[in-house]
Each structure stands twice: as C-alpha cells, then as structure tokens.
T-cell receptor
Framework: ETGVTQSPTHLIKTRGQQVTLRCSSQ?????VSWYQQALGQGPQFIFQ???????GRGNFPPRFSGLQFPNYSSELNVNALELDDSALYLC??????????????FGEGSRLTVL | AQSVTQLGSHVSVSEGALVLLRCNYS??????LFWYVQYPNQGLQLLLK??????LVKGINGFEAEFKKSETSFHLTKPSAHMSDAAEYFC???????????FGKGTRLHILP
C-alpha cells in the first residue's frame, strides 16, 4: 500500500511569485484535502477535491486553487504569493463514500518559505 | 459551524505519569471526533476516532479518549507517559464521514525525565 507523497518537500519563493505543490494520494483513495499549517498553529482547511471537483472550501482567497486528476493525485496552486503564505502545506487523502469515517491519511508536507 | 478548543498549548508531564490533554468541541449535530499526533517535521497520524459508537475509544500507543456529550469534551489520556510520546497533539471534529475535518490549534506535550 503506497502512502501519501508530496513534492517538493521544501521550497523558497519570493513575494508575487506563483507556486505549485503536488500530492499523490494513497492507493484506493478518491478524495484529497489540502491544509495550511502555519508555524505553531493547527492545520487550516483550504479545500477538498472529490472526483476532480472542488468539494468544500475553507476561508482562503481565490488565489489558492487546486486540481484533482483522474488518478486522484492533486495539485495546489498559489498565485501572487504573500509573506503570510509561508507555512507547511499538508495533503491528506481519504476514501469518500466508503462507509467509514473518512479518516485522513497525511503526507509529510511541503514547507514553503516566501521571502 | 463545528470547532474544537484545546486547553493548554503546552503540557509537561514526567515520564511514567498520567497524560491528560483536553479538548472541547462545538457542533450542531453529533460529531465525529479525532485525535491526531504530529512528530517533528512529519505529517499527522491518527491516534483514535469517535464515530458515535462506544464513548470510550482506545487508540494506538496506549492512548484513549472518552466522549462526554454533557461536557462537550473529548479528552485524551494515557496512564503512563513515555519519552517517545513527546509530540504535538491535535483534536479535530467533523460533521460526518464525508465532511471536512477541522483541527484545533494543538497541544505540545513535553515529557520530563
């Protein structure tokens, strides 16, 4: 069973740039959720993708966008980066409609630093 | 909207002592509740979950939590702390199995030798 993998693990960008983070979901999972975890804080829900459609969104501006592909992998895109976007971005996969609790399986995250 | 509040951003206990991490939830309907653990530079790992079955839930690594509706609480306990338990612990809530999971701010557990 392959776990959730994220890339890149670390990256540095400057204000105004754009970034794309990638996530491969766990085998058998059909849903991907993205979270932003600022230093010393809990993960904040960005959005969730199910069957290639956005299925729920947290309190994040439109410059945060995403995609889910037919193989259930996903991308998080952030445009016009701001200093406050510096954080650990966590991807989590789950099985929606599987009759269980939708337990999230997390990757180790992509740490973004915006200078 | 559902939310969780974790009391105490830092908790220190001696090795071998009882661990108690507090979590209170707010939800308009019976919630699903979770405890996750995060070790340094890693993602989150599920410790245990409550899904409206037994109110006392046992998880991995000797942890357990009790759902108390009257107190809207879901506190995490472990009878005897081990050095390897030092980590950040997050309480989380969801409205159902397919709902988004909302996390608390976390409690960092320190184990004293």
């Amino acid at each position: 069973e392959t776990g959730v993998t994220q890339s890149p693990t670390h990256l540095i960008k400057t204000r105004g740039q754009q970034v794309t983070l990638r996530c491969s979901s766990q085998s058998g999972h059909n849903t991907v959720s993205w979270y932003q975890q600022a230093l010393g804080q809990g993960p904040q829900f960005i959005f969730q993708y199910y069957r290639e459609e956005e299925n729920g969104r947290g309190n994040f501006p439109p410059r945060f966008s995403g995609l889910q592909f037919p193989n259930y992998s996903s991308e998080l895109n952030v445009n016009a980066l701001e200093l406050d976007d510096s954080a650990l971005y966590l991807c989590a996969s789950s099985l929606r409609g599987g009759g269980d609790t939708g337990e999230l399986f997390f990757g180790e995250g992509s740490r973004l630093t915006v200078l | 909207a559902q939310s969780v509040t974790q009391l105490g951003s830092h908790v220190s206990v001696s090795e071998g002592a009882l661990v108690l991490l507090r979590c209170n939830y707010s939800s308009s309907v019976p919630p699903y509740l979770f405890w996750y653990v995060q070790y340094p530079n890693q993602g989150l790992q599920l410790l245990l979950k409550y899904t409206s079955a037994a109110t006392l839930v046992k998880g991995i690594n000797g942890f357990e939590a009790e759902f108390k509706k009257s107190e809207t609480s879901f506190h995490l306990t472990k009878p005897s702390a081990h050095m390897s338990d030092a980590a950040e612990y997050f309480c989380a809530v969801a409205l159902g199995g397919d709902d988004k999971i909302i996390f608390g701010k976390g409690t960092r557990l320190h184990i004293l030798p």
